[in-house]
Nanobody
Framework: QVQLVESGGGLVQAGGSLRLSCAAS????????MGWYRQAPGKSRELVAT???????NYADSVKGRFTISRDMAKNTFYLQMTSLKPEDTAVYYC?????????WGQGTQVTVSS
């Protein structure tokens, strides 16, 4: 049984910052990719950022230059540092781990950016 525990969501003013954390526990023997996804009301879930075990990163165009994904492999924890937040960033954010044996998801954490 794999569990992902998310924290750090909340309400922030436009231009502000938040740091999301995702802590994984359970039998995750090989992590290929860690990532953050988000889903706004009425929209499909979209990729925000990913990082591989080796440290390679990928970002959605809408967040490049504003968000940074990082990870601590020893703790099976990864982060999303969000800066210069915009109202358009408002969504439920989900963390994800991709492994050779399947994908795992957190329950989601709400990020609300007010104008």
């Amino acid at each position: 049984q794999v569990q992902l525990v998310e924290s750090g969501g909340g309400l922030v003013q436009a231009g502000g910052s938040l740091r999301l954390s995702c802590a994984a526990s359970g039998s995750i023997f090989s992590i290929n990719t860690m990532g953050w996804y988000r889903q706004a009301p009425g929209k499909s879930r979209e990729l925000v950022a990913t990082i591989t075990r080796g440290g390679s990163t990928n970002y959605a165009d809408s967040v490049k230059g504003r968000f940074t994904i990082s990870r601590d492999m020893a703790k099976n924890t990864f982060y999303l540092q969000m800066t210069s937040l915009k109202p358009e960033d408002t969504a439920v954010y989900y963390c994800n781990i991709g492994s050779p044996w399947g994908d795992y998801w957190g329950q989601g954490t709400q990020v609300t950016v007010s104008s």
